[in-house]
């Protein structure tokens, strides 16, 4: 694979030297941009890491979400039982 997006940045970025920020405010930081710069914010989250990350960079920073989406395979929730005391795998 190769990286054709802006490779000159990516090449001549110091990938060595860490942020002095924390990654928590990285995140919060970029909620922010998010919301500063758009009137509404709709998040399609998907369960996984990366959408959840995002989910909770606003939620934890009380940055408000217009908008969020839950999406997953319908397949998945064929053997699913509404028993919230249910602790079966399945």
């Not at 860490?18 to 990654?23: C, G, L, M, T, V």
């Amino acid at each position: 694979m190769r990286w054709f997006f802006n490779e000159t940045d990516f090449i001549n970025y110091p990938w060595h030297i860490e942020p002095e920020e924390n990654i928590r405010e990285l995140y919060r930081r970029r909620a922010q941009q998010i919301r500063d710069k758009y009137d509404y914010v709709r998040l399609e989250l998907s369960g996984g890491a990366d959408s959840g990350t995002v989910a909770f960079a606003f939620l934890l920073n009380g940055i408000h979400l217009d908008e969020v989406v839950y999406r997953y395979p319908v397949g998945g929730d064929k053997d699913c039982t509404d028993d919230p005391n249910s602790r079966n795998a399945e």
